[in-house]
């Protein structure tokens, strides 16, 4: 079992930056990726991004292409997302969570969810 902790969210003005944590636990060993989602008031909850747990490949759909940027450490066993140029509409709840058998950019084949960090952009 993996656990996920995201930290981070905040209130921020557009243009500005934040840096989103995820803090992993548990079976690491066994996780395949780990990915960030976003999910806005009364929208679905949709792909952000993901990086291979034991691997440095990554993907980032392409309206955050630019202005966001994931990364680990593998020594903390953290998930990071680097949030730049935040726009209005980047507000949302933002999750991390990890894949333990492929990868995807599909939220119902993640196994491991975060909480969940809130991350508000005003105009």
């Known amino acids: 079992q993996v656990q996920l902790v995201e930290s981070g969210g905040g209130l921020v003005q557009a243009g500005g930056s934040v840096r989103l944590s995820c803090a992993a636990s548990?079976?690491?060993?066994?996780?395949?990726?780990m990915g960030w989602f976003r999910q806005a008031a009364g929208k679905d909850r949709e792909f952000v991004a993901a990086i291979n747990w034991s691997g440095d490949s990554t993907y980032n759909v392409d309206f955050v292409k630019g202005r966001f940027t994931i990364s680990r450490d593998n020594a903390k066993n953290t998930v990071y997302l680097q949030m730049n140029s935040l726009k209005p509409e980047d507000t949302a709840v933002y999750y991390c969570a990890a894949a333990m058998t492929r990868w995807s950019t599909r939220s119902k084949e993640y196994d491991y969810w975060g909480q969940g960090t809130q991350v508000t952009v005003s105009s």
């Open positions: 548990g079976s690491i060993s066994s996780v395949y990726a």
